[in-house]
């Protein structure tokens, strides 16, 4: 079945413990991208990837870091967590990431719910 | 203003209704426009992607008026299953950028 996993689900932790939230799709997409949602602001963009090796800042990209080492891969880091990116993350693929063809639109994960204390 | 903006809701329309949502982008070299559905807190899910010529997928209708800058979404014949939250999502152009309204939200009454 084609999808996008995400683990955790769910993650509760405390200030500055470092976390890695995993991200996996197995449709061999060029394009990934994390985003995080909140009551009132929508999805937002934190990094995306094109490629192997090849990632660039979205528009909130503070604080988490990111890698794309294999191309079904893409995870989300958060070295020093704090209680504002308690959010809920969300994963998506693409096959591309621009164009006007329906090869760039997106696939995602179930979602982590994230709460740091 | 906002690059993408939509009308929070939310829409409470009886079943069998037909509902129409708009949503404008503030950049003319937009490229790419979806909508996709997301119920209660769960991933969103796409719906349709949205076509220079309009596109239609059974109960649904996506249009694009670039004149005005915006898409549009109507639902006929609403069912209860339909209730949700529909973003609208633009890709910034000359970027591999995606751009999300902050969703209108549907409920149908029974």
């Known amino acids: 079945e084609a999808q996008v996993t995400q683990n955790p689900r769910y993650l509760i932790t405390v200030t500055g413990k470092k976390l890695t939230v995993t991200c996996s799709q197995n449709?061999?997409?060029?394009?990934m991208s994390w985003y995080r949602q909140d009551p009132g602001l929508g999805l937002r963009q934190i990094y995306y990837s094109m490629n192997v090796e090849v990632t660039d800042k979205g528009d909130v990209p503070e604080g988490y870091k990111v890698s794309r080492k294999e191309k079904r891969n893409f995870p989300l880091i958060l070295e020093s967590p704090s209680p504002n990116q308690t959010s809920l993350y969300f994963c998506a693929s693409s096959l591309e990431g621009f164009g006007t063809s329906s090869y760039n639109e997106q696939f995602f994960g179930p979602g982590t719910r994230l709460t740091v204390l | 203003r906002k690059e993408v903006e939509q009308d929070p809701g939310p829409f409470n329309v009886p079943e069998g209704a037909t509902v129409a949502f708009n949503c404008t982008y503030s950049n003319s070299a937009s490229q790419s426009f979806f909508w996709y559905r997301q119920d209660c807190r769960k991933e969103p899910k796409l719906l349709m992607s949205v076509y220079s010529s309009g596109n239609e997928d059974g109960r649904f209708t996506a249009q694009l008026n670039r004149a005005s800058q915006y898409i549009s979404l109507l639902i006929r014949d609403s069912k209860l299953s339909d209730s949700a939250t529909y973003l609208c999502v633009v890709n910034t152009p000359g970027t591999y950028k995606y751009i999300f309204g902050t969703g209108t939200r549907l409920k149908v009454l029974a």
């Open positions: 449709m061999n997409h060029e394009y």
